[in-house]
């Protein structure tokens, strides 16, 4: 009775002490690449670029029963000039400040998101107005063909329109 008894004690310290080396390790793990991913950030150049928020979502981790749950916030970044996505865990006061479809300058280190700031961009730029085709007048007086940059004839010297000429000419003859 008292050996079944002390192997009964051995197995259950046995299964603890397993237990405990695996939450230990799969913390210290867990911590390790937390530390490894902070240095690499900050390894990594501090970076602003145009960028638009394309998508956001929260995800809630642990049990929904009680409230030891913790939500966790992501917005995904588009970079205008490469079309470069990526998701950025963010603070729930960014999150709910951020809107899909926010265009702005993106500031981030690597995977850190370090901020964002709203700028509202112009719509395409309206179409430049079309160039008129420039056409050469006729002399009111000769009736030579005078190049529209000129203002007197070249050949009789006058600066009288065809055009000009003919109202003139029926407002006299009324
Ligand atoms: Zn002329």
Redesign the pocket.
């Known amino acids: 009775m008292h050996v079944l008894f002390t192997l009964m004690f051995t197995l259950a310290s046995l299964f603890i002490f397993v237990v405990a080396v695996l939450v230990i390790g799969v913390f210290a793990v867990t911590i390790f690449k937390g530390i490894a991913q902070w240095s690499s950030n900050n390894a990594q150049p501090v970076l602003t670029v145009p960028a638009l928020v394309v998508t956001k979502r929260q995800h809630v981790s642990g049990s929904g029963h009680d409230s030891s749950t913790s939500t966790w916030y992501y917005v995904t970044f588009e970079t205008v000039t490469d079309d470069l996505r990526q998701e950025f865990s963010v603070r729930s006061v960014d999150y709910s400040g951020l809107a899909e479809g926010d265009t702005g300058d993106l500031t981030y280190q690597g995977t850190r998101y370090k901020g964002f700031i709203r700028v509202r961009r112009p719509a395409a730029a309206p179409p430049p107005p079309p160039v008129l085709p420039v056409s050469n007048w006729t002399?009111g007086?000769?009736?030579?063909s005078?190049p529209h940059n000129s203002p007197q004839?070249p050949?009789?010297?006058?600066s009288q329109r065809a055009a000009a000429l003919a109202t003139t000419g029926t407002a006299s003859a009324a």
Request: a neutral charge; proline letters at 0%; glycine letters at 10%.
């Open positions: 002399c007086y000769c009736a030579a005078v004839c050949a009789c010297g006058s």
